[in-house]
């Protein structure tokens, strides 16, 4: 019985590594053990830690960086489902700020999507007061 508190946080921190090996080791973690049975009773008590790891993620300049916090997000919107709704507007504000990059904008709409699909309409809600562009799923 793994206690996430603080493994995952470190790992989430490792997010923003660039070099090797320590690049892989932290993606593989957080991939690993968001995947692992139990995941979501372990992650709950730890998410307000995660968030500002995904954030310095989000906000930097390296491609590979921003698209490693994108993918974390993916991970545990699909854990976390409408439990994960609470932190969509801290994290919202940074992939706001790159919707109109050419490289970033079809993963960010893939990600709202996955967010809106995950959390419902109160999701959704979030997600239209942050970025006004969105269009919803479903009309």
Same mark, same amino acid.
């Given at each position: 019985?793994?206690?996430?508190?603080?493994?995952?946080?470190?790992?989430? #921190? %490792?997010?923003? /590594?660039?070099?090797? $090996?320590?690049?892989?080791?932290?993606?593989?973690?957080?991939?690993?053990? *968001?995947? +692992? #049975? %139990?995941?979501? /009773?372990?992650?709950? $008590?730890?998410?307000?830690?995660?968030?500002?790891?995904?954030?310095?993620? *989000?906000? +930097?300049?390296?491609?590979?960086?921003?698209?490693?916090?994108?993918?974390?997000?993916?991970?545990?919107?699909?854990?976390?489902?409408?439990?994960?709704?609470?932190?969509?507007?801290?994290?919202?504000?940074?992939?706001?700020?790159?919707?109109?990059?050419?490289?970033?904008?079809?993963?960010?709409?893939?990600?709202?999507?996955?967010?809106?699909?995950?959390?419902?309409?109160?999701?959704?809600?979030?997600?239209?007061?942050?970025?006004?562009?969105?269009?919803?799923?479903?009309?």
């Amino acid at each position: 019985e793994l206690d996430y508190n603080p493994l995952l946080v470190h790992c989430f #921190e %490792g997010l923003a /590594e660039t070099e090797h $090996p320590f690049v892989f080791v932290a993606r593989q973690a957080v991939k690993e053990l *968001l995947e +692992s #049975e %139990g995941a979501y /009773e372990k992650t709950i $008590p730890v998410l307000s830690q995660l968030i500002p790891h995904i954030r310095t993620c *989000l906000m +930097s300049k390296s491609k590979e960086i921003f698209d490693a916090g994108l993918e974390s997000i993916t991970q545990l919107s699909n854990l976390l489902g409408p439990s994960f709704n609470d932190c969509l507007g801290v994290l919202l504000l940074p992939m706001n700020k790159r919707i109109f990059d050419r490289a970033s904008k079809e993963k960010i709409m893939d990600i709202l999507q996955k967010l809106e699909e995950n959390g419902g309409r109160p999701a959704l809600l979030i997600i239209k007061s942050k970025v006004p562009t969105y269009q919803a799923m479903n009309g």
